[in-house]
C-alpha cells in the first residue's frame, strides 16, 4: 500500500523505501509497458527508466494528485517517448482510407468482458503507431487533442489510428469466433 509516509521516506531516498514502492507498483506500471511493448524485455526496460523518473521527481508531485495516478502518467509517458525518439515518421502518415465506425459498438462490448491476457494478444495484431495511440485513447483516456500533442500528429491522424486498431481487432475478434464456432461443432 502506498502512504504518504512511504512517499515521504522515497523523497529522502531510502532505498528500502523506494524497493517498497517499486515492488508495490510493479504489477500496474509492468502492465502499461506492456500494452505499448511488443516484448517483455523491453517493457521491462522501458519500465526501469518510468521508475527512475517516478524516483528523480517524486518531489514534484502535487499532493492533491493521486500518486499512482501521477506515477502511470509518467510511466506512459516515458513508453511513448521512447516510441517517439526511436520511430521512422513514415509511421505517422495518414492515408485516405475511410473510418469505418458502424461495427465498432459491437467489438467494444466484446472487449468490456474480454480477459485482459486474451485483449492483450490480440491488440498485439495492430501495428505499433495504431496500437500505441489506441491505447493512449480507449485504455489510457487520452483525448484526440492530448495524443497530438504527444504524439506529435494530428487529431485526424489520431482517430485514423484508433479506427484502424479497431478494424483489426473487429477482424481478430471475428476469426476469433470463428474458431470458436469450428471448435464447438468439431467436438
Known sequence: MITEALIARCLRQESKAQFELYKTLHPMMMSICTRYERDRQSAAARMNQGFLKIFQNIAKRRSEVPFTAWASRIMI???????????????????????????????????????????????????????????????????????????????????????????????????????????????
Open 77 to 187: 509517458n516515458t513508453v511513448i517517448d521512447d516510441f517517439r525518439l526511436g520511430k521512422d515518421r513514415r509511421a505517422h502518415e495518414v492515408t485516405n482510407e475511410p473510418i469505418d465506425t458502424s461495427t465498432s459498438v459491437e467489438a467494444n462490448d466484446y472487449l468490456e468482458h474480454m480477459e485482459a491476457e486474451a485483449f492483450a494478444e490480440l491488440l498485439m495484431q495492430v501495428p505499433t503507431m495504431s496500437r500505441n495511440v489506441f491505447n493512449l485513447f480507449a485504455i489510457d483516456g487520452y483525448s484526440h487533442a492530448e495524443i497530438s500533442e504527444l504524439m506529435g500528429i494530428s487529431e485526424g491522424t489520431s482517430k485514423w489510428h484508433v479506427s484502424h486498431a479497431r478494424s483489426i481487432l473487429r477482424k481478430a475478434l471475428a476469426s476469433l469466433g470463428e474458431t470458436t464456432t469450428i471448435r464447438s461443432t468439431a467436438r
